[in-house]
């Protein structure tokens, strides 16, 4: 099945810096590929998602890419702020499963003021 | 903006007993999950939902646990004879439709805040 690798696991950036995220992902079928951002004590909220047959996707601060050649997909924030210190997660959809999403294990970001 | 909401935000019980979690998803949403997530570890998916049938469930969901959408708009999760690993926060969520404009393409979905299971 489908594995989704995440790194790193944590990462501290200066406010206004840029932080990635990159993710991996192992089954070639996977077409969807969410980010989801994480505060304590809340559940995941979508920030951002691209399919496969987009390359780059962006959103005022925040882009991901995709490669599906190399089968990987980043984040990326620009000009962080400290409220989005959070845990950032990656997932991955297999076409034909009605959306199951498999989650890298996350990235706990923290932007210092 | 609509979102998905769960009751109760904590629940705690006995090992062997058993839990309902309910779920409320956004109205117009077609596709219900649940997914958990063992403290400080990742999000793991245990079953989707459609047309009042189990469309996947993974591993993790064994003949303990059970999903219905008993009338309109709610969407539970039932555990019984829990055990103490069990203990997690319990996520659902929902989503509209397939692909879009884009058929076979799988869909955005929106999660609850959770329920927080403990197992005692």
């Known amino acids: 099945g489908e594995n989704v690798e995440q790194h790193p696991s944590t990462l501290s950036v200066q406010e206004g810096d840029s932080a990635v995220i990159k993710c991996t992902y192992s089954?070639?079928?996977?077409?969807?590929f969410p980010w989801y951002k994480q505060e304590l004590g809340k559940g995941p909220q979508l920030i951002i998602d691209?399919?496969?047959?987009?390359g780059e996707k962006k959103d005022q601060r925040i882009a991901v890419t995709l490669n599906k050649t190399a089968k990987h997909f980043s984040l990326h924030i620009t000009e962080t702020q400290p409220e989005d210190s959070a845990v950032y997660f990656c997932?991955?959809?297999?076409?034909?499963?009605?959306?199951?999403?498999?989650f890298g294990k996350g990235t706990k970001l923290s932007v210092k003021p | 903006e609509p979102e998905v909401t769960q009751t109760p935000s904590h629940q705690v019980t006995q090992m062997g007993q058993e839990v309902i979690l309910r779920c409320v998803p956004i109205?117009?949403?077609?596709?219900f999950y649940w997914y958990r997530q063992i403290l400080g570890q990742k999000v793991e998916f245990l079953v989707s939902?459609?047309?009042?049938?189990?469309?996947?469930k993974s591993e993790i969901f064994d003949d303990r646990f059970s999903v219905e959408r008993p009338d309109g708009s709610n969407f539970t999760l039932k555990i019984r004879s829990t055990k103490l690993e069990d203990s997690a926060m319990y996520f659902c969520?929902?989503?509209?439709?397939?692909?879009?404009?884009?058929?076979?393409?799988?869909?955005?979905?929106?999660f609850g805040p959770g329920t927080r299971l403990t197992v005692l």
């Open positions: 969520a929902s989503s509209e439709a397939m692909g879009g404009s884009s058929p076979g393409l799988p869909n955005t979905q929106y």
């Open positions: 089954d070639s079928a996977s077409n969807y």
């Open positions: 691209i399919r496969s047959n987009v």
């Open positions: 997932a991955a959809s297999i076409r034909g499963s009605q959306g199951n999403l498999i």
């Open positions: 109205s117009n949403h077609l596709y």
């Open positions: 939902f459609y047309n009042n049938e189990i469309s996947e």
